[in-house]
């Protein structure tokens, strides 16, 4: 039946077999073989083993050539793929001396004719063999066919079987190979290269790739950008109806290897062709590793989220503050294979921060976090136990340490063996936490705060000692040390502010006259004990990692530091938060490429809708620029405080609640507000009467 499929008609050329396509409905393989000949295909695929060369006994059976056709497989009336029809021809292949002749005519005739006597060579029986490879697809089918004693002539092709069918993309090089088991002679083979879509053409500019679709002026076709995750159901990044040649602009950041393209013409019962080609960029299969990310799910789960499959492998390492790498706990605990977007259980019976999972592509370390940290707080220095416990009852115990596992009994010189009987006794009395147990072995974390407190016990004497003596010494030298003193208590208060807590400004770039603004804010609120971070002064580092691997690194950090992260909220961050409440959770409209709060929503959003905001997180908004009930009731659950006018309690949020109350705090608050007040102007002025350039200070300039 013809099929309207515009694109294979641009790919494939003007022939007019192209819409005329033969098309297989369902997904099942199937074979058939020429008349007079049986086959049977085996369900589902086999190894590819060729195995090595051996003689023929006989007569047998053997490829000769291979043939292919391009088809279309439906899952559905208009929802095609390209397939590879495949056809082996096969011919009788014989020794030399293993073939009888006739003596005589009469027995020629008779060896001829199957009515007048059965051959003394019987019907021959093969596995044939095909091997597909189309990256990234690969394939082995097995195909059992028998031919009748009548049709085996020494030499004689004796017909073909055909295999329905391998599927392939549009523009790929497919190989196939084909032998039989056991293999007689070499494999035959055979490549092809699919046409490409010439009409498609991806191009890079700088930081841009430019997606061009040359169709003719008047063709009229709906075009979708989407992540290809076979788990999950397709669903549509970027979607919009067009017509005539196009130019579609995509920020780097955006690749991964699963983004993919689909194009229909706008017409009834039209056939939608897909094609991937970011599979083999390296920008980006860097991008999906930046956008990978670890999430712990309670009470023992956990998940990794990324936007497209990837080969992965995860292990569980323990990390102590010092050690220069995580130790894999591998053994007694085995690695595991990782599906993407699945939740996974931790053979674990308690958590712990020095846990961390490391996932390794390839063997290659990709990603590690210790996803415990936020919740039990910071790394410990504890001894972790390991008990391997063998046939009749066998136990050994082990510490593990940067060298490897040391028996605790031991006179190697390290921590362990140096505090070896101290550690069982601990264990023995209940004093270690228990982390993982079963019939190979278990898992023990054993404190040693009380061990390093008792080693240091007499050098912290000897500093206090040493302190009396230097106090003593300045009595002596009294108005010295009230110079001294005067200078000290400068240091302390300037190193103070330098080491204030941090805040992690985020907000939408409306336009040039809103970043003067916020670049206002972050300027004044350095001058307090606070330490400032935005990403309008981070955009190399910005632009090197991605804005969602920044936030996440920004956020991890300033939490970890006790610090706040402050939600700027504008007409533009108001639409977008709305945006995502809205359609779940899915990809918001394109941003730009340093744009960190629509980058941030996926972090964000959860831990308000999962009750963490609290105490992490602080609103503000410009009262002159946006209403206070503009602000969705979700972020409600932390202070929104207006600029300028509530900037006292808006400071006193940001340096928390263990801060001490400052007596210049409401002079403080006046010279932030004349600060913002020249830039609050700017973006209340018409669109053409403010000024063009970023007229914030030096502190405008990279941070990084």
């Not at 993919?260 to 999906?288: G, K, M, Y």
Request: glycine share 6%; aromatic share 8%; proline share 9%.
């Amino acid at each position: 039946m013809p099929v309207p499929w515009f694109l294979l008609s641009l790919a494939l050329g003007p022939s007019p077999m192209v819409l005329s396509l033969e098309k297989l409905m369902g997904p099942q393989d199937a074979a058939r073989c020429s008349p007079g000949l049986s086959c049977h295909l085996w369900d589902g695929d086999m190894l590819c083993l060729p195995g090595s060369i051996v003689s023929a006994p006989g007569p047998v059976l053997v490829p000769t050539r291979l043939q292919t056709e391009l088809v279309l497989r439906c899952h559905q009336e208009t929802d095609c793929d390209l397939c590879v029809r495949v056809a082996v021809h096969l011919a009788v292949h014989v020794l030399p001396g293993h073939w009888e002749e006739p003596e005589d005519e009469e027995q020629f005739e008779r060896a001829a004719d199957p009515e007048l006597e059965e051959p003394q060579n019987g019907s021959l029986q093969a596995q044939v063999v095909l091997s597909f490879q189309a990256y990234p697809t690969a394939r082995c089918v097995l195909l059992e066919v028998q031919v009748p004693a009548a049709l085996v002539q020494p030499g004689q092709s004796v017909g073909s079987v055909v295999f329905d069918c391998f599927e392939a993309a549009l523009g790929a090089e497919v190989r196939i190979w084909s032998y039989t088991q056991p293999r007689y002679q070499k494999e035959l083979n055979f490549t092809q290269q699919l046409p490409a879509l010439p009409w498609l053409n991806v191009s890079a500019d700088g930081e841009d790739v430019h997606l061009v679709l040359d169709v003719s002026e008047k063709q009229r076709f709906g075009l979708s950008l989407y992540w290809n995750q076979a788990q999950n159901p397709t669903k549509p990044w970027w979607h919009r109806n067009l017509t005539g040649p196009q130019t579609i602009t995509l920020n780097h950041t955006d690749l991964v290897p699963c983004l993919c393209i689909q194009v229909w013409p706008l017409e009834p019962d039209s056939v939608r062709t897909s094609i991937c080609p970011f599979v083999n960029d390296h920008r980006a299969h860097r991008n999906l590793w930046r956008a990978v990310r670890l999430q712990l799910l309670p009470p023992r789960g956990w998940r990794l989220d990324a936007p497209c499959p990837l080969p992965a492998e995860a292990t569980l390492c323990w990390q102590v503050p010092g050690w220069g790498s995580c130790q894999p706990l591998v053994p007694p605990l085995p690695r595991e294979n990782v599906t993407v977007n699945k939740a996974l259980e931790f053979p674990l019976l308690k958590g712990h921060p020095n846990l961390c999972i490391q996932v390794r592509s390839w063997e290659k370390l990709q990603l590690q976090e210790c996803l415990w940290s936020d919740s039990l707080g910071p790394l410990k220095d504890d001894m972790l136990l390991v008990e391997t416990r063998g046939p009749q009852d066998n136990r050994s115990l082990c510490a593990l340490e940067p060298s490897g596992c040391t028996p605790l009994l031991s006179k190697a010189s390290t921590r362990a063996a140096r505090f070896g009987e101290q550690l069982l006794e601990d264990l023995q009395s209940g004093q270690c936490l228990q982390l993982w147990d079963d019939d190979l072995g278990a898992l023990w974390a054993c404190p040693m705060d009380k061990y390093i407190h008792q080693r240091w016990a007499l050098v912290w004497l000897a500093c206090l000692l040493f302190a009396a003596v230097l106090f003593l010494l300045l009595l002596l030298k009294k108005d010295q040390a009230k110079g001294w003193l005067r200078l000290l208590k400068e240091d302390v208060r300037l190193g103070a502010a330098a080491r204030g807590r941090p805040a992690l400004l985020l907000y939408s770039a409306e336009d040039s006259a809103f970043e003067r603004l916020v670049g206002a804010l972050a300027s004044a609120l350095c001058q307090l004990p606070l330490r400032v971070v935005v990403d309008l002064w981070s955009r190399r580092e910005l632009s090197a990692q991605g804005p969602l691997a920044w936030f996440h690194a920004q956020r991890l950090q300033t939490l970890q530091e006790g610090g706040v992260v402050v939600l700027l909220f504008s007409p533009g961050a108001v639409a977008l938060c709305r945006e995502w409440l809205q359609d779940g959770a899915s990809v918001p409209r394109a941003h730009g490429p340093h744009d960190a709060f629509a980058a941030s929503l996926s972090c964000v959003l959860p831990d308000f809708l999962q009750g963490r905001a609290p105490g992490r997180y602080i609103g503000a908004y410009f009262d002159s620029l946006l209403h206070p009930d503009a602000v969705p009731a979700l972020f409600r659950a932390v202070p929104v405080l207006a600029l300028p006018s509530q900037l006292p309690d808006f400071l006193r949020a940001l340096q928390g609640p263990s801060a001490p109350r400052h007596r210049r705090l409401p002079d403080k608050a006046e010279q932030v507000s004349q600060a913002l007040q020249p830039a609050l102007n700017s973006c209340l002025q018409p669109p053409g009467t403010q000024r063009t350039g970023r007229e914030m200070g030096p502190e405008a300039g990279d941070r990084t």
